[in-house]
């Protein structure tokens, strides 16, 4: 956030902490060490083992039950409450990550995107870095059909390219699965390579997620089958996204899922888009899941709503600075 944010942030969580202690979110990602990471979404293995070993001593860990319960009957949390959750479903999750929650006995909630599990390819954003931030050379400029409509982008020096990377994946996460799968195929024709990805960057298995779910310190939820900002679809198309996502992850792991986060999930929009919207709300309430995140920075309270609730993202924090975050998030 920005100063000023971070001041206006501060003040209204500040008074709204006066009136009833919040409990935090925590959202992570990956955990892993990445030669790059223009996203920042990965938090290197020891800089997580500090965070658990940090929480473990000094907060209370809720797990995806624990939470519930005080979201649903509207109860205030315990003092310095935490609940610590993953988006996507990477592979860094289940060899990294689930190694660590044993260690500290800390619980934690993953959200699972389904389309790429089991495959050797990336999801989109991941895939959009390879094609255009690892491959050498590339042509001169990219033109590229989103949805009908002409684009042109310059690919003639590493700035351009950098320039260029931001700006579709800005472009593309407001489209649906489909243009975005057209995207990338012509992306994959015009540098000359393929849809396979890197081992680094994949998903888990369905191996490695059912074992992961076995875990006492893991509860599983659903994050729709291919990631899109589910505002920008119909309820009929939400309904399907979010309940692919959810048949899928029943039928594999013989377990009820009754959590869901949005993808992006940010209250941000740029004119008419949205990552959410109210018939994301509805269709989850349709689906029978009883507690949903969102991707918005702040605390929660009791008066919070359970089906767009805030999440903390965390970056990879040294230890001193992890634990400021901390401590400003619970300053009452």
Partial sequence: MSGLSDKIFNVVHYVANKVQRPAVILLYHRVTKLMQDPQELAVSPANYDAHLAHLAAEYNVLDATQFLDHVINKKPFPERAVFITFDDGYADNYHEALPLHAKHEVPALFYITTSKLNTPYELWWDDLERVLLTTDPLPLKLDVNIAGQAWEYPTDSFSAITETYYALQQVL??????VIESVMAQLYDWAGTTAEGRPTHRMMTWDELKVMSQSPYVTIGCHTHRHPAVGMLSYD??????????????????????????PFGSRKFLGSKRYYNADSIKASK??????????YHGQVHSWSNSYALPRI???????PEFKNKMQQFFKY
């Fill in 237 to 262: 198309e939400q309904l399907s996204e979010i309940g692919e996502s959810k048949r899928l992850l029943e039928e594999h792991l013989r377990i009820p899922i009754e959590h869901f986060s949005y």
């Fill in 313 to 319: 993202l965390v970056r990879n924090w040294e230890l």
């Fill in 173 to 178: 996460r407001f489209c649906k699965p489909d």
């Fill in 286 to 295: 349709a689906l029978g899941l009883k507690m949903v995140c969102a991707n």
